[in-house]
């Protein structure tokens, strides 16, 4: 079974190397929509896959991270990304360039990397992020899978290459959030009663 979670941030970018001219030479935003797809053959103590509620907590600061905020591709020019940096409190540097394709991959890979440092407390089992798709128009949208995620074909993302400026980190719940992901730190989902 797949259940499907959805969140929306708005945000800027440049997406450098593009074929269109204003979207490689000028900061523009979108209103984003990322849904999340999870799986599994089996359902918890309350017959779900995965409870909704359980991804309001750390999945959504991360996501939201993304909201109000300027994707930089750490290649850009330095004057540039220095700029963007100075003038906007909230901004995301990312090892690739922010197109919906990559913002889906960067997204599967942090959200798979929680989830697979989650320890389920309600019999759920074998849960697993089956994909992301992230929405960047009304009408276009990039899906990302495992293979996508991990594929050098398609660039290598390391999560230490990510950097959350520190007017992000101060919205999350727990602002050493994205420093225990990388640092493989358990997180406890809420025992139920």
Request: proline share 2%.
């Amino acid at each position: 079974m797949i259940i499907r979670k959805m969140f929306k941030f708005e945000n800027a970018h440049i997406v450098r190397g593009c074929s269109t001219q204003k979207c490689r030479s000028s900061i523009h935003g979108h209103s984003y929509k990322v849904e999340l797809l999870f799986e599994s053959n089996f359902l918890d103590n309350g017959q779900m896959v995965y409870d909704f509620g359980l991804m309001k907590q750390n999945m959504k600061d991360i996501i939201e991270s993304f909201d109000h905020a300027i994707a930089l591709w750490r290649e850009d020019d330095k004057e540039y990304i220095d700029a963007m940096k100075q003038h906007s409190l909230r901004w995301v540097e990312l090892p690739i360039s922010p197109s919906a394709e990559q913002f889906s991959r960067v997204i599967f890979l942090l959200v798979d990397k929680l989830l697979s440092l989650t320890s389920f407390t309600n019999g759920e089992k074998e849960v697993q992020l089956h994909s992301v798709i992230v929405h960047e128009t009304a009408t276009g949208y990039a899906q990302c899978f495992k293979e996508d995620a991990y594929s050098s074909l398609m660039g290598n993302i390391s999560l230490d290459e990510i950097v959350f400026s520190t007017e992000i980190k101060k919205g999350w719940f727990d602002e050493t959030l994205f420093e225990k992901i990388k640092n493989n730190q358990e997180f406890i989902n809420p025992v139920t009663v």
